[in-house]
T-cell receptor, first 112, second 112 residues
Framework: DQQVKQNSPSLSVQEGRISILNCDYT??????FLWYKKYPAEGPTFLIS?????DKNEDGRFTVFLNKSAKHLSLHIVPSQPGDSAVYFC???????????FGTGTSLTVIP | DVKVTQSSRYLVKRTGEKVFLECVQD?????MFWYRQDPGLGLRLIYF???????EKGDIPEGYSVSREKKERFSLILESASTNQTSMYLC???????????FGSGTRLTVV
């Protein structure tokens, strides 16, 4: 059973506009969340994180919001740039080994 | 910068062959992981290891085994490759459970 879900497999946004990528999880014991970005033929690279004790974390153009009651997190990219075009994975930490569970990914295309 | 190196970018193997995927990290990380990435399924954990000679099953261990004889090296073994093991395989390492993962560039395995 998928404990972390990204229900939108793809998203297209105009350059300069906001990109919002969503992620839902089922386990209320998850305590740490990450977003990764992946280009084709490369491994995922860490983008931004948030602890369950916070509801927002910002790093430049990237902001992650966490709504614990809804078990939902989102990644906002403002302004979006063509170089942001990639697959984005959210990940949540928990479970017996404290490993990370990954979502299915959302492919973002930023149109120039 | 932590580097995680996977020995092959592309591999083509025949059904029934024994396949070894090698992963080496250079930052003395305790934890190492093997994932496979498939369209629509995201990243799924195959095996992980928290220490030398230690291994734990992930979500989809069937048909795979692993070896960690040295801290820096984590090998994934396909005992008898099958076509449904055609996938992108990603190795990752982390310092401990409080840190996110550093991924290798991946190995695209095709089993014919």
């Amino acid at each position: 059973d998928q404990q972390v879900k990204q229900n939108s497999p793809s998203l297209s946004v105009q350059e300069g506009r906001i990109s919002i990528l969503n992620c839902d999880y089922t386990n209320s014991m998850f305590d740490y969340f990450l977003w990764y970005k992946k280009y084709p033929a490369e491994g995922p690279t860490f983008l931004i994180s948030i602890s369950s004790i916070k509801d927002k974390n910002e790093d430049g153009r990237f902001t992650v919001f966490l709504n614990k009651s809804a078990k939902h997190l989102s990644l906002h990219i403002v302004p979006s740039q063509p170089g942001d075009s990639a697959v984005y994975f959210c990940a949540a930490r928990g479970g017996t080994g404290n490993q990370f569970y990954f979502g299915t990914g959302t492919s973002l295309t930023v149109i120039p | 910068d932590v580097k995680v190196t996977q020995s092959s970018r592309y591999l083509v193997k025949r059904t029934g062959e024994k396949v070894f995927l090698e992963c080496v990290q250079d930052m003395d990380h305790e934890n190492m992981f093997w994932y496979r990435q498939d369209p629509g399924l995201g990243l799924r954990l195959i095996y992980f290891s928290y220490d030398v000679k230690m291994k734990e099953k992930g979500d989809i261990p069937e048909g795979y085994s692993v070896s960690r004889e040295k801290k820096e090296r984590f090998s994934l073994i396909l005992e008898s490759a099958s076509t449904n093991q055609t996938s992108m395989y990603l190795c990752a390492s982390s310092l401990d459970e409080n840190y996110g993962y550093t991924f290798g560039s991946g190995t695209r395995l095709t089993v014919v």
